[in-house]
């Protein structure tokens, strides 16, 4: 489901705002905005960039917040942003993938959203969604997958059970104090506010990296190592602080949004994906992009499996068994197919041979990028609770 989709069908309440197509975004990428919202960084990471339409403030965090975890925001009333993204696994659901409120299931398996405000471009696959603003379209009007299931039909009552709530006028007065009345612009950019101020740096590793050595076991400090070498060639997409290469922060002049396929389906002979997730491809049409989809984050890797953009690797040491493979062989059914051999596999993904403890140092590693506080800081947790 494209954007423009969304947007067409929301017609009636968002094209009035008008300020959501992508070439219009505007970035700030210049001085730090004057807002005083605690990014808890740690010193060698750049600010992230905000749309200059919607600035972060704490107001519109703690709006967008409540947003996030209340279920009358959706057109059946049981299923709210935190059904998919549930803090205690950093923000996803366990689940291969999710289905939405009228019982669809989502073809791609739910992101983690810590450190999302850095991601380049957002979802598993989608060059043409560079902002949180309009992603957060997608969940909550889309109808492939139906998933909040908010529609032309029930819009206008479904924000008017917001509007009318005592704790919404409150927490809209506070974040918007010159706009009335709360519209769904004001609803889709407190979200994305809530969603862009989830940081996560607390992991043994961001302490080790602060001068703890003792932080990381020596399985772990044998895991980076292998991780940062040439055998591996983990790095090379999954790198930076973000162990990603799909990254934007206010610092950059040039941003790349990279793509990669990693050889885990040929179910033709000749590269094909399983549709829908032909990854960039599926948005752009271009054959080279078959199968590309962005190195997502390592961090909290450990608490969100399952794997990939269709969940369909349930275990760490399962992936790395595929990548040592130099990719997935499924020998059987109807995705059979040798993705060692598919044509648009990226270069780094040759396979590489490896012991049984470097595999174990490999999980210890990503184990160690695990911010447990993220898992239950009350800042990101229900308000409701
Ligand atoms: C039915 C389950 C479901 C619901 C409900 C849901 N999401 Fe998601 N979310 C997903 C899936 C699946 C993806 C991956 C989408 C893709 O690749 O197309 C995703 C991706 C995202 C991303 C992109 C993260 C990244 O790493 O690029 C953001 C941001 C996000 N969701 C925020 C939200 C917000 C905010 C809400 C509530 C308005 C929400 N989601 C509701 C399942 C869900
Ligand atoms: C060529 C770029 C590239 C290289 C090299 C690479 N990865 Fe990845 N990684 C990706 C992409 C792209 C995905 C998502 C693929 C998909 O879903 O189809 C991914 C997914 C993952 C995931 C699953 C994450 C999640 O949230 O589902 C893990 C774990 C992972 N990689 C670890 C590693 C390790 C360990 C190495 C080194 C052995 C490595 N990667 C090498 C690009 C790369």
Same mark, same amino acid.
């Not at 917040?65 to 059946?76: A, M, Q, T």
């Given at each position: 489901m494209s954007a423009v989709k969304i947007i067409y069908l929301l017609s009636g309440a968002l094209l009035l705002s008008g300020c959501y197509g992508g070439s219009q975004t505007t970035v700030n990428d210049t001085a730090a905005t004057a807002t005083e919202f605690n990014w808890n960084l740690p010193p060698q990471m750049a600010l992230p960039v905000e749309p200059l339409n919607n600035p972060v403030t704490e107001a519109k965090f703690q709006l967008g917040?409540?947003?996030?975890?209340?279920?009358?925001?959706?057109?059946?009333g049981a299923i709210s942003c935190a059904s998919c993204h549930e803090q205690n696994k950093a923000f996803t659901d366990g689940k291969v993938r999710p289905r939405g409120g009228a019982g669809d299931l989502h073809p791609r398996n739910s992101q983690g959203l810590a450190n999302a405000a850095w991601f380049a471009t957002v979802t598993w696959g989608n060059p043409s969604l560079t902002t949180l603003e309009q992603q957060i379209m997608l969940p909550l009007f889309g109808v492939d997958p139906i998933e909040h299931g908010i529609?032309?039909?029930n819009h206008p009552s479904i924000l008017q059970s917001i509007v009318m709530d005592d704790l919404y006028q409150q927490l809209f007065a506070a974040a918007y104090?010159?706009?009335?009345p709360m519209e769904w612009s004001h609803i889709v950019e407190s979200l994305a506010t809530f969603v862009r101020g989830i940081t996560s740096f607390r992991s043994a590793y961001d302490r080790y990296v602060a001068g703890d050595q003792s932080a990381l076991s020596d399985s772990a400090k044998r895991g980076l190592q292998l991780f940062n070498n040439e055998r591996l060639e983990c790095f090379h997409c999954h790198d930076g602080h973000l162990f990603t290469d799909s990254v934007r922060d206010r610092s950059m002049r040039v941003v790349?949004?990279?793509?990669?396929?990693?050889?885990?389906?040929?179910?033709?002979?000749?590269?094909?994906?399983?549709?829908? #997730?032909?990854?960039a491809h599926e948005v752009t049409g271009r054959a080279?992009?078959?199968?590309?989809?962005?190195?997502?984050s390592l961090r909290n890797v450990a608490v969100t499996a399952p794997y990939m953009h269709d969940g369909s690797i349930?275990?760490?040491e399962e992936v790395i068994r595929t990548y040592a493979a130099g990719g997935r062989n499924i020998t059987e059914g109807e995705l059979s197919g040798d993705g060692r051999r598919n044509p648009y596999k990226d270069s780094f993904i040759v396979g590489f041979s490896i012991s049984e403890e470097e595999i174990?140092?490999? %999980?210890?590693?990503? #184990?160690?990028?695990t911010d447990e506080q993220l898992? %239950?800081?009350?800042?990101?947790g229900n308000p409701f609770e």
């Open positions: 917040r409540h947003l996030f975890y209340d279920k009358r925001l959706s057109g059946g529609n032309e039909t104090p010159n706009s009335a790349e949004t990279p793509f990669h396929n990693t050889g885990l389906y040929n179910i033709d002979g000749l590269g094909a994906y399983p549709e829908p #997730n032909t990854g080279a992009e078959m199968g590309a989809f962005r190195a997502p349930a275990t760490l174990a140092d490999v %999980i210890a590693f990503l #184990n160690s990028l898992l %239950i800081d009350s800042r990101y």
